[in-house]
T-cell receptor
Framework: GAGVSQSPSNKVTEKGKDVELRCDPI?????LYWYRQSLGQGLEFLIY????????KSGLPSDRFSAERTGGSVSTLTIQRTQQEDSAVYLC?????????????FGSGTRLTVV | EDKVVQSPLSLVVHEGDTVTLNCSYE??????LLWYKQEKKAPTFLFML????IEKKSGRLSSILDKKELFSILNITATQTGDSAVYLC?????????????FGGGTRLMVKP
């Protein structure tokens, strides 16, 4: 597609439920990143995929968080047993392997609210 | 651990003022520094800087990188209310799994009429 697409744009869930967030990167971009932005905070790195390499999961805050990327394209971030502190905007970005002069392209994010 | 620090945390100016936003960093295997403007949810790209001392300019915005002192500044001249946003600085580094971005906490700019 023309840009990075994320869905849903907004998600309200009850504490304890599982949620799945989807990211569809720009076609041909081999690198895909998930970030989290809590209210008033900067962007917090969660996980990074590069081609077929093992993902860098160093930013995942707990074992309730996981992500996969199927076929080197679409990625799903799953949060199990959601907690109120998981409420945030989850942003996905993609880039060419060698980051282009245009940097990284971000999706519009998913606003997750855990009630 | 890679670190990016932005200052000030927030800034309130009047239209027409000039502002300077700061970004300092400590990273291993530096590749580039990027500036983003975030108004709603998704940051939009402003500049990518890789070389010291070369100013990048786009309209009223300009930025420069100092790789010796490990910082960058973003200047906005003749500010307008539409410049109100959070400005994010990110540093790209080469890691074992590939390139990584570390973001600063952002500077929240408010431009009053």
């Amino acid at each position: 597609g023309a840009g990075v697409s994320q869905s849903p744009s907004n998600k309200v869930t009850e504490k304890g439920k599982d949620v799945e967030l989807r990211c569809d990167p720009i076609s041909g971009h081999t690198a895909l990143y998930w970030y989290r932005q809590s209210l008033g905070q900067g962007l917090e790195f969660l996980i990074y995929f590069q081609g077929n390499s093992a993902p860098d999961k160093s930013g995942l805050p707990s074992d309730r968080f996981s992500a996969e990327r199927t076929g080197g394209s679409v990625s799903t971030l799953t949060i199990q047993r959601t907690q109120q502190e998981d409420s945030a905007v989850y942003l996905c970005a993609s880039s060419l392997f060698l980051s282009s002069v245009y940097g990284y392209t971000f999706g519009s994010g998913t606003r997750l609210t855990v009630v | 651990e890679d670190k990016v620090v932005q200052s000030p945390l927030s800034l309130v100016v009047h239209e027409g003022d000039t502002v300077t936003l700061n970004c300092s960093y400590e990273v291993t295997n530096f590749r580039s520094l990027l500036w983003y403007k975030q108004e709603k949810k998704a940051p939009t790209f402003l500049f990518m800087l890789t070389s010291s001392g070369i100013e990048k300019k786009s309209g009223r915005l300009s930025s420069i990188l100092d790789k010796k002192e490990l910082f960058s500044i973003l200047n906005i001249t003749a500010t307008q209310t539409g410049d109100s946003a959070v400005y994010l600085c990110a540093v790209e580094a080469v890691g074992n799994a590939g390139n990584m971005l570390t973001f600063g906490g952002g500077t929240r700019l408010m431009v009053k009429p």
